[in-house]
Structure formats: C-alpha cells, structure tokens
C-alpha cells in the first residue's frame, strides 16, 4: 500500500472523525449560546422562503440514498429481491431528484448570500469555506448520480466506495478498494472529511438541535402587531357607567 493511500482512505478519515467527535464536545461545553443556525431570516426572507426549504428537504432525500446506498451491503438488499439493476435505476433516479432540489436551492442560498448586503455582512470566514465545500462535494456528487449514473455508463459504487467506508466504522478498512475508484467519487469522499472536520466549528451543528421537543410542547398563542396596538371593537372591555 503507498503512503498516498494510507494517507487519504485511513489517516484523513479517522482524523476528520476524531475531530468531529472533539469539536462537538469542545463547541458544547465553551460556546452553548452560538451553538445555532446564526439564522439570516430577520435580514433577508424572500430567497430565504425558496432556498432553504430546497436545500434541506434535497439534503435529507441525499442523506436517505447514502444510507441505502452505503451503509447497506448490497447482499441485504439483493435479500430482499432488490437486483442491482433495479438499485441502479432507483439511486440515479432518486439521487437526481434529489441533486435538482439541493443544486437550485444552494444557487439561491449563495447568490444570496453574496448579492444581498445586509447578508454578506454577516458572513465569517467559516461561512465562506463551508460553502466552498459545499459547492464542491454537491458539484461532485452531481456529476456521480446524473453524468455517470444518470446517463452514463454507471459505477457500481456499492462494490468499493461503500465496503470501504463502513470498514471504517468496523476497524477493517480497505483503502485497496477506495484507491481504485473513479477520482470523482475519490474527490466527492476526500472533501466530505474536510467538511465532517469543520463540522463542530461551523453553524452547521444546528443539524443536531432539530426542535423535535416542539411538537409535543404546549401551544403558545402568538398575537399580531396589528390586533395588539388596535385591539377589536367586541374585545374592548366597556368604560364603566358612573
Ligand atoms: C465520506 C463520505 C461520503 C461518501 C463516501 C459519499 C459517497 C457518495 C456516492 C457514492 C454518491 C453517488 C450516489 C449515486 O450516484 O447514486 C454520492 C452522491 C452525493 N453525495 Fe455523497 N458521500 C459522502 C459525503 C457526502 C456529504 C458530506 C455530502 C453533503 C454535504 C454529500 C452529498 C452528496 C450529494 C448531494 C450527492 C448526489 C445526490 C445523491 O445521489 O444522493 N455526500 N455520495
């Protein structure tokens, strides 16, 4: 095995796992008050409306096709009648939808970002490089599903990428199998770690406050401005008589 392989396939990724694994806890115990989305809406709402809706709903649809296409072995979907053609055909149709929604929204997001000022302001340094990766790991995660998927000839990634990357969370990684894949899918999994690795340190860990608890929580009756300075005639208490 050469160092290069040693260095990309094993060492990047367990050292963007332990810092995964350390920012969080670092970030949780020094900084629980900027443990948040830094969320823009009071800035700007109306790109914000389409853009980040796109985003996310895209992102969970590409979360689910990794779970199905990677952390489950091939063998337990052919179990189940699923044959390869018929994976084949659903990742790349699926994966396709999935990059439309995510490609459109992150074009809103960054445009926004960039062209409004009362945004722009606002953006840090880690902001920058987020979406840097961002724009890297969907770009090449778009090429994977519709120029090689979609209309290309395919890659059955599920015989390397995917053995190589749960090997990692069984301490029996192959850096063989991931050395020989395209360098679309070698590029597309090299940038996800960086991102994993800026993880904790980014606004990215409002992923993990989703507030779940809210759907079970008391109503909270909000009033409107309007009725609030104008209240109606019917619920205006009548001045006693003297
Ligand atoms: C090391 C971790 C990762 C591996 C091994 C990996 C692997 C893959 C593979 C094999 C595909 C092609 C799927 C297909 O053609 O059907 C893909 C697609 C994609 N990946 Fe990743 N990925 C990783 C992390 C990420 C991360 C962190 C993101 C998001 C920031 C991401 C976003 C996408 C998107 C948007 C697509 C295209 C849509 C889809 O097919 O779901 N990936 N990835």
Do not use: C, K
């Not at 060492?11 to 443990?35: E, K, N, S, T």
């Not at 699926?94 to 926004?112: C, D, E, F, K, S």
């Not at 770009?139 to 599903?145: R, V």
């Not at 990684?173 to 894949?181: F, I, W």
Request: net charge positive; hydrophobic share 55%.
């Amino acid at each position: 095995m050469t160092s290069a392989t040693l260095l990309a396939w094993i060492v990047l990724p367990y050292l963007a796992i332990a810092v995964f694994a350390v920012g969080h806890a670092w970030r949780w115990r020094h900084d629980q008050f900027g443990w948040t989305s830094l969320s823009t809406q009071l800035q700007e709402r109306r790109l914000l409306m389409w853009g980040s809706p796109l985003f996310h709903y895209g992102t969970l649809a590409a979360i689910a096709g990794h779970v199905i296409g990677i952390l489950i072995p091939a063998s337990w979907t052919a179990a189940i009648g699923v044959s390869e053609a018929t994976y084949h055909v659903f990742s790349a149709v699926a994966g396709t939808v999935a990059i439309v929604a995510i490609g459109i929204g992150l074009v809103i997001l960054v445009y926004r970002r960039v062209a409004v000022r009362r945004v722009a302001v606002t953006t840090s340094r880690v902001d920058v490089a987020v979406y840097v990766l961002l724009i890297v790991i969907i770009g090449l995660g778009a090429a994977e599903t519709i120029a090689v998927n979609l209309i290309g000839p395919g890659y059955d990634y599920r015989a390397t990428v995917a053995i190589w990357f749960r090997g990692l969370f069984a301490a029996d990684p192959h850096p063989e199998l991931m050395a020989t894949a395209p360098w679309l899918y070698q590029a597309h999994a090299i940038s996800a770690w960086f991102l994993i690795a800026l993880w904790p340190f980014s606004r990215l860990v409002h992923a993990w406050s989703y507030p779940v608890l809210y759907l079970g929580r008391p109503w909270i009756v909000y009033r409107g401005y309007r009725s609030a300075v104008r209240p109606r005639p019917s619920l205006t208490p009548t001045a006693p008589r003297r």
